[in-house]
Nanobody, 124 residues
């Protein structure tokens, strides 16, 4: 069973930074793309960022471009989301997910394994 565990969330002031980590138990995790999504209260889960299995290709949502960076360390089976210049509207539960296919996807159905999420709260 694939397990993904997110960590690094917390409370931060607007303009601050956080680095989220997604650690996988799956030994073939590094063979698949990984995505980050977020869900704010009362809203749909939305795409934030994705990274290819090699780490050479990334896709960042427009709302996060220039502020968020996604990276991975395959030797550690871990993917990171560096979030800078955080805004109150970034407040959400952040989820990582393992891709279903070899290509990057911005769709939730492009991922078949999900973590339990980590809360990010940005105060104004």
């Amino acid at each position: 069973q694939v397990q993904l565990v997110e960590s690094g969330g917390g409370l931060v002031q607007a303009g601050g930074s956080l680095r989220l980590s997604c650690a996988a138990s799956d030994p073939i995790f590094s063979m698949y793309p990984t995505g980050w999504f977020r869900q704010a209260p009362g809203k749909e889960r939305e795409f934030v960022a994705a990274i290819s299995s090699s780490g050479l290709t990334t896709n960042i949502a427009d709302s996060a471009k220039g502020r968020f960076t996604i990276s991975r360390e395959n030797v550690k089976n871990t993917v990171y989301l560096q979030m800078n210049s955080l805004k109150p509207e970034d407040t959400a539960v952040y989820y990582c997910a393992r891709g279903r296919f070899s290509t990057l996807s911005t769709r939730k159905d492009g991922y078949n394994y999900w973590g339990q999420g980590t809360q990010v709260t940005v105060s104004s």
